[in-house]
């Protein structure tokens, strides 16, 4: 079971929180003005990197706080937390 | 005539080791608030500062006699006080938060609250937290929400050896029947 | 035969505990395991083998046996224990299996359970190296937890007979934890093994709590009990297993390890047999055998492969009579149920000679116990003087002491344990307290290296590898011609390694054959992954107390127990329990269900709603908000107004309906389904904090605040008006679609006029502490009508009538409200909303989408069974078979005096009138597509 820091409760057990995928893709500013493929790329295509991924996580048995989290895909390490709205930190794989 | 999610569990939960009580019919407001401003007027109106640090209380009296207030999220907010009083205090909160952005609901037959106390408190516990609730990680003022068993609670530490349980309505018969079977061994 | 000793062991002679293997009566001590109280009768063979039932008996006197399991009998039925593990106890009643055993059909009426523990440091293994590290760690005034498989600490101390600082070893062993026992913060915990390593220190570990105590085990306590213990450091002082060589016929009972003979001998006052013979490749094997034959056994030959017998050693072994015969291995045995004579030949070639016994130990060095090191993803390191997997690297919060790391010398396992408990305070913020003395041992067989031999050339079908799996020297061989070269494959091949005891004794061996088949070094070569559990762990043990009615939470409203005494039979949806329907007197759900609806249509019925969820949505910006999270408009509702709406994932597909209720400028509430209220929040909450933080937008939950009732049927206003005096419930005063606050009987309620039967309804509100009165309240007001209470049956039918589908019945991610015929409720005024730019992607606008219809079965007492599939033709085709959707809905139907059904149909829409096919069973029933409505299509009913 492992420990995820959530920002504002401390470390936690993982079976706390929900799992929100890939951080840092925002709603489109005007889907309309999207082409059937720009759009699809937002709603169906994510990341998926050997190594650190910023990803988003909601302790939802805590405080019910989104946050993001970078987390090495090879070893599920979280290297970094933070707070939605906050820019993703530098991190060295 | 009212009746609360534990009624037909009061001796059993009083057979207990940990002398479980439930508290019922608590007057119980959920408050959303960020400004600081309008949390310390809030705060004001009650007679108690709300929690400025995360997973904890604060317990103070004022107009509304005794009153809690939890630490929920960063932007959210328990407030307990005797029963009956859920609406005098809704108004005197949303006076107080003014036009700040926030929200004031009334959320008091939401939970229940059960009281537990004495020396194996920490140890039944134990069956089905994964928070340390050890004096020296969880000191009287600690409120944690987390899972107790398979279930979210919120969970506040009182004393050397008292804890108060807030639970769903629904699950709080799930929850004293747990507590029932995890204190079987500990039953002299 | 009794092969007990007179004298010596850890077991209190002066009491007889009798016990049943195999149906014979045998006797034993307290403090004996099965397995020695095997072995002082006399008894070897065990069980058989699983695939090619041979004799098989005890390899090991711990839990790396790979050979000895037992099916208990009494006093409870469990299969697959290992006879090493088992402590003896009165009454108890085993046999041995061939291999598997079988689950009791039985229910196990023994307790289980879980705790969560918090420690600085964890020190697994209370050998030396451990007892060390855990005094180092318990001194600095850390919280420490020292768990132990075995029921007393000492570890590899518990099989010899040697002195520490010229005492007895027990008496150091005694010492130490009884100060651990002492300290404050110290946890010491028996008969518990440590299965899992993780992630974040966590680590699980089993404690078998009463096992020993057989018929003498209190009800009310936990059997066994899984710690899920938390540490910031970890000292694994696990320990070492002794190797076995392979070499034909090495399976035959009365073949055992040599350090488990003395285990056996000094532990228990057991001896393996009456004549031994051993086969060594290192020095260990000659203190089994001096110990043996000062015990009274006959050893008439130690076989040591190396070219060299150590010379002190081989001395003392000459001054006793045994023969040490140097460059020789044993290269076969002879016997059936037990072995009878070992043929002996100089290793490479030569002329075998045979010596007759009825044992033959085996030492072919050592392997560290490594499993929870590389769980904890330590790197392995191969190290060939040993012949073993070591610990190859550091870890942070992880250190490894004693022989686990390859380490035979007792005084500098022991320095090792004192280092690393030091280590691991420090790391977790304390400062060592007083050091913890290092013992002297006299041991003379500490030697660390051997001779490194996986295997003697013999009859490779009957070389075993696994004994338990019955893998041979051959089925290895045959992997690696094959073409497989990676352990992992092999391992899975073979299947070496997979069984209860997870290699403990093959793994390294059937590493070393492929390393040489190969002609590659180990140092290579990747060791196949350590996966938990350790030893065998049940699932009840796993399960804990979430078993029978705490299996998953059951939700509840404050109704229930009205429900339950009145007969009501309930269905789960999600964790709640509902009401199903409320059956009379002989009534099966049909019948039950037929008067429910009739009652509700014709006069007036009542359920309890309260499981809806219900948030509350407060702020400035909640309608803005709401225009974006509903397919269609709800900023404009009026205050004191409701409107129905329906929620789209961004695909487009619908995940939720409900009501949205205006309840001031700034403030709606709205209603999920049952299973989604969570769901539902997290996605209004994902929304405000990840996309739209600038909304002035709260929303809370208040679904178990409220207890809600709908009132239905044409009789609902008069119920109504009967509990509500203050309330003016006509038509024009309380129309549709608004709501209205007030008292009902007696109580502040919040009425809806709502409907999801087409009928006139009402739904109240009411806090959920009066609840219960309300509900009977309405039983009474009701009665002149014949009120009826219903429950989700009879909602389903009703609500299906009408053709209102139900999110997760009629819908699974992939239906949009264009596909339920509900594009009314899709907004085109509205410039974008969660869901939209999807209904314009190609794929949406496909005709030939399955799309939401009704079937009325030509023959309208035939009843389809829901998730039927749809066929186009009256005859099935030659496969495939084009499918044309399924059935999702059926009932029969009261107020339609037939079957009907609701199915997602390809261009339903434009289906209906045709006649199409389901198939049940072996026949082909045709149905005619109708729309989705079939009751009251004009709405008049909604008025009463
Ligand atoms: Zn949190």
């Known amino acids: ?93 | ?188 | 035969m009794n092969f007990r000793k007179p004298t010596g062991g850890a077991i209190d002679r002066n009491t007889v505990l009798r016990f049943t293997f195999n149906g014979q009566l045998l006797t034993g001590h307290p403090g004996d395991t099965l397995a020695s109280a095997l072995l002082a009768n006399g008894v070897h063979e065990v069980g058989s083998s699983v695939k090619l039932g041979r004799p098989r008996g005890i390899v090991a006197a711990g839990s790396e046996d790979p050979t000895s399991l037992v099916q208990i009998e009494t006093p409870y039925s469990e299969p697959m224990l290992l006879a090493t593990t088992v402590e003896l106890f009165d009454g108890l009643e085993a046999r041995g299996l061939a291999g598997q055993g079988r689950l009791s059909p039985e229910p196990d009426p023994a307790r289980y359970d879980a705790k969560h523990e918090h420690c600085d440091v964890l020190v697994v293994g209370a050998g030396p190296a451990g007892l060390v590290a855990a005094l180092t760690a318990a001194r600095s005034g850390a919280r420490v937890v020292l768990v132990d498989e075995q029921n007393q600490a000492g570890g590899a101390l518990l099989g010899v007979d040697e002195y520490l600082d010229d005492r007895p070893s027990a008496e150091w062993v005694a010492d130490i934890v009884a100060e651990l026992k002492t300290t404050p913060g110290v946890l010491v915990l028996e008969r518990t093994t440590a299965f899992g390593m993780y992630q974040d220190g966590f680590v699980l570990a089993l404690q078998k709590r009463t096992d020993h105590l057989g018929f003498a085990a209190p009800a009310s306590v936990a059997r066994q009990r899984v710690w899920r213990i938390r540490t910031k450091q970890t000292v694994l002082a696990t320990g070492a297993h002794e190797r076995p060589v392979v070499f034909a016929n090495n399976d035959r009972p009365g073949i055992m390890l040599a350090s488990s003979a003395r285990t056996f001998l000094h532990r228990y006052g057991v001896l393996p047999g009456s004549r031994a013979v051993v086969f060594t490749t290192n020095d260990s094997a000659y203190c089994a055998a001096i110990d043996l034959a000062e015990s009274g056994v006959d050893i008439p030959l130690i076989v040591d492969a190396r070219p060299e017998a150590p010379a002190r050693l081989a001395t003392e072994c000459a001054a006793r009579g045994i023969e040490v015969r140097a460059g020789h291995v044993v290269t076969g045995t002879e016997g059936s149920s037990r072995v009878t004579d070992v043929h002996v030949a100089p290793l490479g070639d030569g002329h075998p000679d045979t010596v007759v016994c009825d044992t033959l130990l085996v030492s072919g060095g050592w392997n560290p116990v490594v499993s929870l090191f590389s769980q904890a993803r330590g790197k392995l390191r191969y190290d060939s003087s040993l012949g073993a997997f070591v610990p190859g690297e550091e870890l942070a919060s992880v250190r490894v002491a004693g022989s686990a790391t390859g380490e035979l010398d007792l005084n500098a396992c022991a320095r090792q344990g004192r280092d690393a408990g030091a280590a691991a305070v420090v790391a977790a913020g304390f400062t060592p307290g007083g050091q913890v003395p290092l013992p002297v041992s006299d041991s003379r067989c500490t030697q660390r290296t051997g001779l490194v031999l996986w295997r003697v050339p013999g009859d490779e079908d009957a070389s075993f590898v696994d004994l338990q799996r019955d893998a041979t020297v051959t089925d290895v061989l045959r992997a690696t011609g094959a073409g497989l070269r990676s352990l992992e494959h092999i391992k899975r091949y073979t299947t070496i390694g997979t069984a209860h005891d997870q290699g403990k004794t093959s793994g390294m061996i059937a590493a070393g054959i492929v390393a040489e088949a190969l002609g590659v070094e180990l140092a290579d070569q990747r060791p196949t992954t350590f996966r938990p559990p350790y030893t065998s762990v049940s699932f009840a043990a796993l399960a804990g107390r979430d078993r029978g009615e705490l299996h998953d939470p059951v939700r509840v409203t404050a109704i229930h127990r009205w429900h339950v005494a009145h007969g009501a039979l309930f269905e789960n949806v999600a964790q709640w329990k509902r009401p199903w329907y409320y059956p009379r007197d002989g009534e099966d759900l049909h019948a039950a269900v037929l008067r429910e609806c009739r009652a509700t249509r014709e006069s007036v019925g009542m359920m309890d709603g309260s499981t809806l969820g219900k948030i509350d949505v407060q702020g400035r910006d909640a309608g803005k908000f709401l225009d974006m999270l509903y397919t269609n408009m709800m900023s404009t509702l009026k205050v004191g107004r409701i409107r129905y709406g329906v929620m789209c994932g961004v695909d487009g597909m619908v995940i939720d309906d409900g009501t949205v209720i205006r309840v001031g400028e700034e403030r709606f509430l709205v209603t999920t389904t049952t299973g989604n209220a969570a769901k539902i929040l997290d996605w209004m909450e994902e929304w405000l904090q990840t996309e739209w933080p600038h909304l002035d937008v709260h929303c809370t939950s208040v679904t178990e605040h409220w207890a809600t009732i709908p009132l239905v049927g044409p009789k609902s206003r008069d119920v109504l008006a009967a509990v509500a005096p203050s309330l003016d419930v006509s038509n024009e005063a309380f129309e549709f679609m608004t709501w209205h606050d007030t008292r009902v009987a007696g109580v502040p309620a919040r009425v809806c006029r709502i409907s999801f039967s087409g009928e006139l309804a009402y739904e109240i509100n009411v806090t959920a502490w009066h609840g219960l009165a309300v509900w009977e309240a309405l039983m009474e007001a009701g009665s002149p009508y014949g009120i009826t209470p219903y429950g989700t049956e009879t909602m389903h039918v009703l609500r299906a009538e009408k053709g209102y589908p139900i999110i997760g019945q009629e819908t699974d991610a992939t239906v949009t409200p264009q596909d339920l015929g509900m594009s009314w409720a899709v907004s085109k005024k509205k410039p974008d909303f969660i869901g939209k730019r999807s209904f314009s992607r190609a794929e949406n606008l496909r005709t030939d989408r399955k799309q939401l219809v009704g079937l009325l079965p030509v023959d309208p007492n035939v009843l389809l069974p829901e998730g039927s599939q749809i066929v186009e033709t009256d005859r099935l085709p030659e496969p495939p078979v084009r499918m044309l959707g399924h059935v999702t809905s059926s009932y029969p139907s009261a107020a339609l005096g037939r079957t009907f059904a609701l199915a997602l149909v390809r261009s339903g829409h434009e289906r209906v009138g045709e006649t199409l096919y389901v198939p049940v069973e072996d026949a082909l029933v045709p149905v005619t597509v109708t729309e989705s409505v079939l009751y009251d299509k004009e709405g008049a009913r909604r008025d009463g």
Do not use: K
């Not at chain 1, 302790?59 to 933070?82: E, K, M, P």
């Not at chain 2, 569990?9 to 960020?34: G, I, K, Y």
């Not at chain 2, 307990?80 to 006076?95: F, K, S, Y």
């Open chain 2, 1 to 188: 005539m009212t009746v609360s999610p534990l009624f037909a569990w009061t001796d059993r939960l009083a057979a207990l080791p940990v002398n479980a009580s439930e508290r019922p019919f608590l007057s119980q407001l959920t408050v959303r608030a960020s400004d600081p401003a309008a949390i310390a007027a809030m705060g004001a109106v009650l007679g108690v500062g709300f929690p400025a640090v995360p997973c904890t209380f604060t317990a103070g009296s004022g107009e509304f006699g005794d009153v809690e207030v939890l630490w929920l999220g960063p932007d959210e907010f328990l407030v307990v006080a005797a029963p009956d009083l859920q609406i005098p205090i809704e108004e005197a909160l949303r006076g107080a938060l003014g036009s700040a952005r926030g929200s004031v609901v009334d959320t008091s037959a939401q939970r229940t609250t059960v009281v537990l106390e004495g020396p194996h408190v920490r140890d039944v516990l134990a069956h089905g937290c994964s928070v340390d609730l050890h004096p020296s990680a969880a000191p009287a003022g600690t409120c944690v929400q987390t899972l107790l068993a398979r279930t979210g609670v919120i969970l506040l530490v009182t004393g050397a050896d008292s804890v108060t349980l807030l639970v769903r309505s629904s699950v709080a018969e799930y929850l004293a029947a747990w507590l029932s079977d995890a204190c079987v061994e500990y039953q002299t």
């Open chain 1, 1 to 93: 079971m492992q420990l995820i820091p959530c920002p504002w409760c401390g470390p936690r057990e993982e079976a706390e929180f929900h799992y929100g995928g890939q951080a840092h893709v925002a709603y489109p500013e005007d889907p309309s003005a999207l082409s059937d493929e720009e759009w699809a790329q937002y709603v169906f295509f994510r990341e998926n990197p050997s190594g650190p991924f910023a990803e988003r996580w909601s302790h939802s048995a805590g405080c019910r706080r989104w946050f993001n989290a970078v987390r090495d895909t090879r070893t599920h390490d979280l290297i970094a937390v933070y707070r939605a709205g906050e820019p993703m930190p530098e991190v060295i794989s």
